[in-house]
């Protein structure tokens, strides 16, 4: 049964498209594309829309030349010929939410050069450390939500809006419990089986992943593996999607207890704590959620709670993973890999780029991975 | 071969040129001179510490990095350090030139000299757009920290989007001005001084003035033949971008408005045998200004660009739909509450903002410099070394092509050579003169 919930993650995630479409038609409601984490899909569920993800299919994106010039990380260039490929033509609109200068060029190529019905940016703050970026943001969400309802005709009421929050709230609580299972010292998951857990419920209707997750908890705890999990691994960064690498890396006897990047546990670590004022709400989940970097400042939050994860998961070593050119997380390495060394985490930096050479990278994580067993001292 | 119209340098040069040297001399002097010395990016509401008294001097980032730029040898120190540090070559080029400053724990001045002892600030002070500029000071501040020196950081988050056709709501510049108001407090916290509000609202009139004026000077350069070449601007914007809220800076741009302006009186030119006009875009490789010279041996002058007009210039587009110098406020401010909303709601129609944001605005932007200068052919720097300016130029290109006019795009970086191709990008840039039918001047 366990091996079937994560097949089903796996089959959502490599036949998205058919799902999506299936929805649809099975629905007859709307879908919305978003690029990044940073979009309340709370206030699309509340809007009766289905909110899907995307992301690139790690093909080199030729097509984007003319409108995404090159020194931009190839995720968003990546998501930008998904979106000229047409692979996206059933989504009714796009929404983006304020993270880096990278996206906002796929979000502004996708309205100007894709057929959309609705385009909408929200500008969450950047400034999360300061106090007024809660009320500011609560009055970017009314604007989004007046402009859904503009769209629409029709009503987001606060009934919508508190079942937009507890489908939320549901499914990331869900899946932060079985997160719990990676603390053992044998994980009764592996890290590629989390990221397609996560990476899955990006892309369909929620309230379906959460009933395959409640299934998949009954199940964990009787679960074994029957692998040893050899090095224990955390793996950081921005977007990682790269299920090869993730399988690759774990074939070489190690497992990835944990990982600190937004289609992983940045994703699902914080929920909206429901209140009167639910704009309020679910602007300061927004504004207080384990940020990106771009918005980390002038303290380096993220790094303190990597550094957490690391102790709170037993890291023995963690891969810091820089997509090339993005320069959010490119910023905050040295400070991290320091910040990880202090608690006794050695750290290793690797590049992806679109496709990655796992060739090259093979003999480098091994010799990393030789370094955090000791093999190299027996010789 | 004859000159078609007459040229002249300009008188101001060296004025402006000391004012330049004085302005990084001060900034290392300043605890001697007994005042404080603060560092940001020169999009900083620099206004606003100025209220803490008149000994205060900062160094704006971007400029700085640019001035390292221009010395290539202490460029690749930089860098060299950056990398090092374990910094990915890929970031902000300005910002590794900052930072590999402080590693290397050297000063370069405004003529090259390199001092020991990189001059750590009192304190930083900052705002947000780019996805660079709060890491930015972040990061300095962490590699100063290493070094046992504490600096305390405020940085104002403006990330509130652009809006050309109607103001920006409320809630936005409130926003803005919140932080600006608890930025106040703040520094009177981490200086000790008593804050003084009659400084703060002549700064921001001081800063109102010389955007405006700069507007102006460069709307002078509509005129055939051009005062002013793009390479004399470089020399001239900085000042806006070191120290757009000070006195001097309004009274050197008010003088040189004046030359300029007698210039084109007098049709004196900025290129002797100009015949074809262009415009650029984001800043340029600084060690490579030399291809302006180049550029001028097919009687080629470079007007400036949206980047030289409004990175400190203020615009606006008029009823006409002509682009021209936004107009001052009715009145000067008074108070700390009029000063600080003034400045802000002065400061997001900043036109070098609207590209962040969107590509289109930009796009007209140019489209209106191409028609009101008269320009024939924009050049478009794809800029590796600042995300900030390149982002959407992809878009640009498009737009412009669209309308009709001829583009150049070349690859280059403004502060890091080792992505700058000179002589392949001149070769190409030729064959482009050549393509719209120019031919290289006889010397
Ligand atoms: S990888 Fe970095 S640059 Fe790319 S979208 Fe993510 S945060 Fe932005
Ligand atoms: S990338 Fe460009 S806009 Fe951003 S901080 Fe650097 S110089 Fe400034």
Redesign the interface.
């Known amino acids: 049964m366990t091996e079937e919930i994560f097949q089903q993650f796996r089959d959502w995630i490599d036949n998205r498209h058919e799902y999506a479409k299936e929805w649809k038609e099975r629905t007859n409601k709307k879908i919305i594309g978003y690029l990044c984490t940073y979009v309340p899909e709370e206030i699309l569920y509340a809007a009766d829309m289905l909110p899907v993800r995307i992301l690139g299919s790690h093909e080199p994106p030729t097509v984007t ?5 090159a ?2 990380c190839h995720l968003c260039r990546d998501c930008l010929a998904q979106g000229l490929k047409g692979r996206f033509n059933y989504i009714d609109g796009i929404v983006e939410g ?1 993270s ?3 996206l ?2 796929t979000f ?2 996708w309205r ?1 050069h894709i057929p959309t019905n609705f385009a909408h ?1 929200i ?1 969450i ?3 999360i450390q ?4 809660i009320p ?1 943001l609560a ?1 970017e969400l009314a ?1 989004f939500k007046k402009t859904l309802e503009d769209w629409t005709g029709k009503k987001i009421t606060n009934e919508g809006l508190d079942k937009g929050i507890k489908i939320m709230n549901k499914n990331r609580e869900l899946m932060r419990k079985v997160h719990e299972y990676r603390k053992l010292d044998n994980p009764k998951i592996t890290g590629i089986e989390a990221m397609e857990m996560v990476l899955s419920s990006q892309m369909v209707d929620k309230q379906e992943h959460s009933k395959l997750l409640n299934k998949l908890l009954e199940e964990l705890p009787n679960r074994n593996l029957n692998r040893n999990p050899g090095t224990r691994l955390m793996i950081i960064g921005s977007e990682d999607d790269d299920r090869v690498f993730m399988k690759n890396v774990e074939a070489l006897g190690a497992t990835f207890v944990i990982e600190e990047h937004c289609t992983g546990s940045r994703y699902l670590w914080d929920d909206v704590v429901p209140s009167e004022d639910r704009l309020m709400a679910i602007a300061s989940r927004y504004v207080n959620r384990v940020p990106c ?2 918005k980390d ?2 303290e ?1 939050t993220r790094i303190q709670h990597a550094v957490k994860l690391a102790k709170d998961f037993n890291v023995q070593g963690a891969l810091v993973i ?1 997509n ?2 993005c ?2 997380h ?6 991290l ?1 320091e910040a990880l060394k202090q608690v006794g985490v050695q750290t290793y ?1 690797l ?1 992806f780029d679109v496709t990655v050479p796992w060739g090259q990278f093979r003999t480098r994580v091994e010799a990393f991975l030789e370094t955090l067993t000791g093999l190299e001292e027996l010789f | 071969m004859t000159q078609k119209y007459p040229i002249e340098p300009l008188k101001i040069w060296n004025e402006a040129k000391q004012l330049r040297g004085k302005y990084y001399e001060n900034y290392l002097a300043a605890h001697e001179l007994g005042g404080l010395r603060w560092a940001g990016g020169a999009w900083s509401f620099s206004a606003i510490p100025a209220g803490l008294g008149e000994d205060v001097y900062s160094i704006t980032g971007e400029p700085h990095g640019a001035t390292i730029a221009f010395f290539k040898d202490f460029t690749a120190k930089c860098h060299d350090a950056v990398e090092a ?4 070559r ?3 080029a300005y ?1 590794r030139n900052y930072w590999g400053s402080i590693l290397l724990d050297k000063y370069i001045q405004a003529d090259g000299n390199v001092v020991d002892e990189h001059p750590v600030p009192d304190f930083i002070w900052q705002d ?1 757009i ?3 500029h ?6 300095a ?2 590699l100063e920290e290493k070094k046992g020196k504490k600096v305390p ?5 403006v ?3 652009y809006s050309m056709d109607k103001p920006l ?1 409320d ?2 510049i409130n ?1 803005i001005v ?2 600006l108001n ?1 930025g106040i407090e703040w520094l009177e916290k981490v200086t000790g001084r008593t804050y003084n509000d009659k400084l703060l609202c002549e700064a921001v009139w001081n800063e109102i003035n010389a955007t405006k004026i700069w507007a102006e000077i460069c709307t002078l350069n509509q005129t055939i033949p051009a005062p002013l070449d793009e390479k004399t601007m470089y020399s001239l914007y900085v000042m806006g971008t070191l120290m757009k809220h000070r006195p001097e800076c309004v009274d050197i741009y008010r003088k040189l408005k004046a030359e300029v302006e007698d210039r084109v009186r007098r049709g004196i030119a900025a290129v002797a045998n100009e015949k074809y006009r262009v415009i650029t875009d984001t800043q340029p490789p600084w060690g490579f200004l030399k291809i302006f010279r180049e550029m001028e041996k097919y009687g080629v002058v470079s007007l400036g660009s949206l980047y030289t007009f409004g990175l400190i210039g203020m615009w606006k587009y008029r009823p006409d739909g002509t682009w021209a110098p936004k107009d001052l406020p009715l009145e000067k401010p008074q108070t700390r509450e009029e000063a600080v909303k003034m400045i802000v709601e002065w400061t997001v129609d900043r036109p070098e903002w609207a590209h ?5 605005v930009k796009t007209k932007m140019i489209l209106s410099i191409v028609k009101q200068w008269k320009v024939d052919a924009v050049l478009l720097h ?1 800029n ?1 070394g600042c ?2 300016l ?6 640009n290109r ?1 737009g412009l092509v669209k309308a009709g006019v001829p583009v150049f795009p070349f690859e280059g970086n403004m502060g890091d050579e080792r992505e700058f191709d000179f002589p392949g990008t001149l070769a190409r840039l030729t064959a482009f003169f050549e393509s719209m039918g120019l031919k290289k001047l006889k010397e």
């Not at chain 1, 030349?65 to 010039?69: G, L």
């Not at chain 1, 300061?130 to 970026?133: C, V």
């Not at chain 2, 950081?153 to 988050?157: E, H, K, L, S």
């Open positions: 030349e003319p409108y995404i010039f020194m931009f304020q880096c200068l990278h906002r060029q502004n190529a100007l940016y500008h703050p950047h400034g300061n106090p007024h970026a500011y009055q604007k970097p771009s400042w002038p380096f820089q090339k050119f320069d959010p490119g910023i905050e390495i040295p400070p890999r930096p590049e | 540090a374990g910094f990915p890929t970031l902000c910002m947000h780019c996805c660079s709060a890491k930015w000071y972040q990061v501040r962490w950081m405020y940085c104002v988050d990330s509130v989007g709501e809630y936005k926003y919140q932080q608890d962040f944001y969107l590509p289109e794809y590796r995300e900030g390149s982002v959407h130029i992809a878009e498009h």
